[in-house]
């Protein structure tokens, strides 16, 4: 299957709220409380998201055909925001390949090979699998739940 990334743009704003929100209702907002689902959902609307890709954000954006099948996003060189990749192509290393892509670019932009993730239960294993470890229990803010994990390059 022939898969490209590209760096997202402003354009990208509504594709992506819709790939997030279908993503995070169907795997992630159902552990939040009913107000930590609205808060989170909220936060990844078309234009929240479009104020984060025109701000210290960077998009990576992976298609097959046109159709958004993942997805990462860094905030300010140095903490993973997004890393979702489409159910039919999880465990094919579509999510090693966008993690592999930010980390590289990230470290060439001056990153010394230290990021950060909030992830959710669902995916404490797969940002395992990319070298994440985590620092600290589970956490709760705004009825949203998440990991706190670290990545440490070896290089």
Same mark, same amino acid.
């Given at each position: 299957?022939e898969?490209s990334?590209?760096?997202?743009?402003?354009?990208?704003?509504?594709?992506?709220s819709a790939?997030?929100t279908a993503l /995070?209702? =169907?795997?992630i907002?159902?552990? @939040?409380?009913p107000?930590?689902r609205?808060?989170f959902?909220?936060? &990844? !609307?078309?234009?929240?998201?479009?104020?984060?890709?025109?701000?210290?954000f960077r998009f990576y954006i992976?298609?097959?055909?046109?159709e958004?099948?993942?997805l990462?996003?860094i905030? /300010?060189? =140095?903490?993973?925001?997004?890393l @979702?990749?489409?159910p039919?192509?999880?465990g094919?290393?579509?999510a &090693? !390949?966008l993690?592999?892509?930010?980390?590289?670019?990230?470290?060439?932009l001056g990153n010394?090979g230290?990021?950060?993730v909030?992830?959710s239960?669902?995916?404490v294993?797969?940002?395992e699998?990319?070298g994440f470890?985590?620092?600290?229990?589970t956490k709760e803010s705004?009825?949203v739940?998440?990991?706190p994990?670290?990545?440490?390059?070896?290089?």
């Amino acid at each position: 299957m022939e898969i490209s990334i590209r760096r997202g743009t402003v354009l990208d704003a509504e594709a992506v709220s819709a790939f997030v929100t279908a993503l /995070s209702e =169907a795997y992630i907002a159902c552990e @939040f409380t009913p107000e930590g689902r609205r808060h989170f959902l909220r936060e &990844h !609307s078309a234009s929240e998201v479009k104020d984060r890709l025109n701000s210290d954000f960077r998009f990576y954006i992976a298609e097959h055909r046109g159709e958004l099948v993942g997805l990462a996003a860094i905030r /300010s060189n =140095a903490h993973l925001y997004y890393l @979702f990749v489409a159910p039919a192509l999880q465990g094919t290393g579509l999510a &090693h !390949s966008l993690w592999s892509q930010v980390r590289e670019e990230s470290m060439a932009l001056g990153n010394p090979g230290t990021f950060t993730v909030n992830s959710s239960n669902y995916a404490v294993r797969a940002y395992e699998k990319l070298g994440f470890r985590r620092t600290d229990g589970t956490k709760e803010s705004n009825g949203v739940f998440y990991n706190p994990m670290e990545f440490v390059s070896a290089a």
